[in-house]
């Protein structure tokens, strides 16, 4: 069976990272990345399992400019202005609500926005306004009551020590509250409409991944959607401003409802879980990359690559825009290195140049600066950060190493996840690696640490 230890590693500033360290040691255990779930977990001290680090080593003070501590606001959380305005019962979603505010912490919604903050984030609004349908009978806020809400909510999450650009970090505005360009949001009107003894059967539990391959609940949302979206085309239905949205938009726009009700209907800690599953599917999907023109790599590597070092200098170089980006997950890395390859095949590079230069799926997320191995993947299946006081923000890294980037071939179909068929790279044996292993995660943290805390100044 697989064994995971995960190392505290507690600093002088008082941040801290959890690693999970994945050590797997069958191949069954890892033949699919999401097969995380359910391996044993050692949780040991840091102080157990490093020796003392000399003085000398301890690491450095970080850049004052931070002061105060990232983790004031946890221990001692500002009361936030509200409104007065706002609706919505931020209590009856209060746990939901802290587990946002770390998830989007100051330091690291950034780099968790993809993945992590920006789904938990989403689900909080769909449930807050979902619970609230239940005494109000409306799945929408409208516009005046949405402004006061989000500028509510975000007050109160950052009086919890999140970041205070949310919004534009998640993408997320007063419109998202309301219905949009969705005909029906009264619950009995949509209660009516749709089939919805069938849809809660459907989403009342979600298996994270299996759903990303059967889509047994997101077909339920579509169809109900669809239905709702059908309304439209009643123009007793319509208010005046979204008559002109056209089809698509508004099944979208429609498919908030729909989650909505979900969450009026589940309670909330059930409805993030299916929440979080559902979003998850999308975000493993994607890889959230950007990539620079490829074409001064078609250069050193296009064609008979008549100078290796030249190739794997010029990919290393071009990677390493690809490492100042953000945190994702395994299965990103493995949607970002397919992205990647087909791209280089566009420009006419032939050979593996992943294999010969030794990229691996690590080398597709946020990097210490100038380190190999200070890569961190995290889990495919949805994950929160977690806090504690004495060791702060934590996340969980799936440090299994070095996978190799698979090279896209034209045999095979792009990687499908859910085809069982399709098996992630085998892992090389982790025994022989045991010895170094906790000082390499160590040196990783201090390392990462600091470079989120560039990124952060930049
Ligand atoms: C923390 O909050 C308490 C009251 O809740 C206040 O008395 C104290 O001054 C605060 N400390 C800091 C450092 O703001
Ligand atoms: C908000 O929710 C809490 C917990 O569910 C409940 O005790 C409280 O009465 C609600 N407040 C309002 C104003 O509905
Ligand atoms: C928005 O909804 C609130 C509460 O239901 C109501 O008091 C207010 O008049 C509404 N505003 C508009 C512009 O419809
Ligand atoms: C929200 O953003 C959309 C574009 O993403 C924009 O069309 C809309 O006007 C914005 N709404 C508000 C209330 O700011
Ligand atoms: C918010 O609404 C805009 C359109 O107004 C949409 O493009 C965007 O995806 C929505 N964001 C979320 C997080 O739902
Ligand atoms: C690449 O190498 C092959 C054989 O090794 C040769 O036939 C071909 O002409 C070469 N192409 C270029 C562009 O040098
Ligand atoms: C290959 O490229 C490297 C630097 O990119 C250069 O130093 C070296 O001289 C080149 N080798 C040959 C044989 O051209
Ligand atoms: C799964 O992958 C195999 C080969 O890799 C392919 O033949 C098969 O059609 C795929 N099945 C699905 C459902 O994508």
Redesign the pocket.
């Known amino acids: 069976m697989s064994e995971g230890i995960s190392l505290n590693l507690s600093l002088s500033m008082g941040l801290l990272v959890l690693f999970l360290l994945l050590l797997c040691f069958h191949e069954s255990c890892c033949s699919s990345m999401y097969n995380l779930k359910g391996h044993i977990s050692v949780n040991r001290r840091v102080d157990d399992l490093l020796p003392e680090i000399p003085p000398s080593e301890a690491p450095q003070p970080f850049l004052p400019l931070l002061a105060p501590s990232p983790l004031a606001p946890f221990t001692n959380s500002t009361v936030p202005k509200l409104s007065g305005h706002c609706l919505l019962?931020f209590?009856?979603a209060e746990s939901l609500m802290s587990m946002t505010s770390i998830d989007c912490h100051a330091v690291f919604a950034p780099l968790l926005a993809n993945v992590v903050c920006c789904p938990q984030l989403e689900a909080t609004i769909l449930i807050l306004i979902g619970q609230s349908s239940r005494?109000t009978n409306m799945l929408a806020l409208n516009g005046t009551l949405a402004e006061h809400c989000l500028s509510d909510f975000e007050q109160i999450l950052v009086g919890q020590g999140a970041a205070d650009d949310l919004k534009k970090i998640c993408s997320i505005n007063a419109s998202n509250l309301t219905e949009a360009s969705c005909p029906v949001k009264d619950v009995n009107e949509f209660e009516s409409t749709v089939d919805s003894s069938k849809l809660l059967v459907a989403c009342q539990k979600v298996d994270p991944v299996k759903e990303c391959c059967d889509q047994i609940c997101q077909n339920a949302i579509l169809e109900a959607a669809t239905k709702i979206a059908m309304k439209a085309s009643d123009p007793l239905n319509m208010e005046g401003h979204n008559v002109l949205s056209d089809h698509s938009t508004r099944i979208n726009d429609c498919k908030s409802i729909v989650l909505r009700w979900l969450g009026s209907k589940l309670d909330p800690s059930r409805s993030k879980e299916v929440l979080r599953g559902l979003s998850n599917c999308n975000v493993n999907k994607v890889c959230p990359l950007s990539f620079p023109s490829t074409k001064h790599l078609a250069k050193s590597c296009g064609d008979n690559i008549s100078n290796q070092s030249a190739c794997c200098n010029a990919m290393e170089s071009y990677v390493s825009h690809l490492q100042k980006q953000s945190l994702i997950t395994n299965l990103q890395a493995l949607d970002c290195a397919t992205l990647l390859g087909t791209k280089l095949q566009k420009s006419s590079i032939t050979a593996d140049v992943f294999k010969l230069c030794h990229i691996s799926l690590k080398d597709f997320t946020l990097q210490a600066a100038g380190n190999q191995e200070s890569g961190c993947l995290l889990p495919s299946l949805p994950s929160d950060a977690t806090f504690d006081k004495s060791s702060g923000i934590s996340f969980i890294c799936d440090l299994n190493d070095n996978i190799p980037a698979p090279w896209p071939s034209s045999s095979r179909l792009p990687t499908q996840s859910c085809n069982s068929s399709v098996r992630i790279p085998a892992l090389p044996a982790a025994a022989s690696a045991q010895s170094g292993l906790y000082n390499e995660a160590l040196k990783f943290y201090q390392l990462f640490a600091s470079s989120a805390i560039l990124l952060m100044l930049i």
């Open positions: 019962n209590t009856a005494k």
